[in-house]
């Protein structure tokens, strides 16, 4: 059962789906410890976010000051 390509493919999608909600919530414990509270429209874009953007967004949040540099990273990062 474990080498059976079907069985790979599901362990596979289920560590991606497990690493992508990893980094979903360590970017929003990451925001909101920065700026007290994370408007629900930005919360949902996070969250639709894959994982490459979501390794990005991490980074950038060292450099934001304000709600309105997530904004301009959600404008400028397409």
Not at 20 to 46: D, Q
Not at 60 to 74: G, K, R, T, V
């Amino acid at each position: 059962m474990r080498e059976s390509v079907t069985y790979q493919e599901i362990l596979q999608e289920g560590l991606q789906e497990g690493r992508k909600e990893g980094l979903v919530a360590i970017v929003l414990r990451l925001l909101t410890h920065k700026f007290w509270t994370l408007p629900p429209k930005l919360h949902t874009r996070i969250t639709r976010l894959h994982i490459p953007r979501l390794e990005s967004l991490a980074e950038a949040i060292l450099d934001f000051h304000s709600l309105a540099n997530l904004e301009l990273w959600f404008s400028k990062k397409k």
